[in-house]
């Protein structure tokens, strides 16, 4: 194995001083016309190759932004990544991007990995609780943001959506349309699964005629989705649910496939409404096309990194906390109003 070509070897091959060679590279001005060729010459017959980390860290400055998300196996987060990584080219900055995939230790791990990147920034949305290793890398000048979870002590700004009034939208919307017997069907260890419960649960206590199942899964997943969904589905009628709120549309997906596949299946939305929360692409395009919250993840992504850039160039600019309010996206799979 060669060693890699040196700036060393660059101004031996040019005939120059190394210190030249730097000029040519991060200074041409001062440079004259005759040595920059010469320098460029050497450069591309040795396939010279900048090592850019170094030279960040000798100038104290980096060009990249971290970003944790939550789960890449669900493509509302993907959208996020690449909304997020769109905004940074804008700006002449690049990202790399690390799934914590709901693990603890990956996501310390990330973290701990972007600080010995030395990178200006970080984006995350949280799994566990690290809000103190977070404070940590502020305090040693790395900006953070928080997406889809906001700060517990207003100390770092974030960018998240309203789950708690999300919950409440998806089930006055089954309400609507005479559902009574409601299922929430979602994964419990996240802060947006807890919030979006309130929601719900906020709109059966107005409601003493409905009654309301949680259904807890694994993790939220296409196929433990599709689980719940042909266990309903084996239920005798009236013990089964009139209307499923799905904590995001990965699992609404795979209810449906459960309730309309199996050796019995159920009739979407003539014998159960189902609504997902987060509006991603694949939902409009489903064989019964889903009722969905839109979670706003272009937006909330776009957002987040102009907080992390104003931060960037302002460390005593005041913290934000930005809260959008969803939406719902009404299609074939809640049917229409009573």
Do not use: C, W
Request: overall charge neutral; glycine content about 8%.
């Amino acid at each position: 194995m060669t060693n890699a070509v040196s700036m060393r070897d660059v101004a031996l091959r040019a005939g120059v001083s190394i210190g030249t060679v730097s000029n040519a590279l991060n200074r041409p001005d001062r440079v004259s016309t005759t040595s920059r060729r010469r320098v460029q010459a050497a450069i591309e017959a040795l396939g010279f190759v900048r090592n850019e980390a170094a030279r960040q860290l000798r100038r104290g400055e980096s060009r990249t932004v971290g970003f944790v998300m939550l789960d890449g196996k669900n493509p509302f987060f993907m959208e996020v990544a690449r909304a997020a990584e769109d905004r940074l080219a804008e700006a002449g900055l690049v990202m790399t991007l690390g799934d914590s995939a709901r693990d603890v230790d990956r996501e310390r791990g990330y973290l701990d990995l972007f600080e010995e990147l030395r990178v200006q920034g970080i984006l995350i949305s949280p799994y566990g609780n690290v809000d103190e290793r977070l404070q940590q890398l502020a305090s040693r000048g790395i900006g953070v943001v928080l997406l889809n979870r906001q700060s517990s002590d207003g100390r770092l700004s974030s960018v998240s959506v309203d789950d708690v009034a999300g919950g409440r939208l998806a089930v006055e919307h089954l309400v609507a349309r005479g559902r009574r017997r409601i299922a929430f069907v979602g994964s419990e260890d996240t802060s947006q699964f807890a919030e979006r419960l309130i929601g719900v649960r906020q709109v059966i206590a107005m409601n003493p005629d409905v009654s309301l199942e949680i259904v807890a899964i694994a993790a939220p997943r296409v196929l433990e989705g599709r689980k719940v969904g042909v266990e309903i589905a084996s239920r005798a009628p009236a013990e089964r649910p009139d209307g499923i709120f799905a904590s995001n549309d990965v699992v609404a997906m795979g209810l449906l496939q459960g309730l309309t596949v199996g050796p019995q299946p159920i009739r979407v939305p003539d014998e159960i409404a189902l609504i997902g929360y987060d509006d991603i692409d694949f939902a409009e395009s489903a064989v019964v096309p889903l009722t969905s919250v839109r979670h706003p993840g272009v937006t909330i992504a776009a957002r987040a990194v102009e907080l992390l850039l104003a931060e960037a160039n302002d460390r005593d600019r005041p913290k934000q906390q930005v809260v959008y309010r969803p939406e719902i996206i009404e299609r074939a799979s809640t049917g229409a109003p009573s």
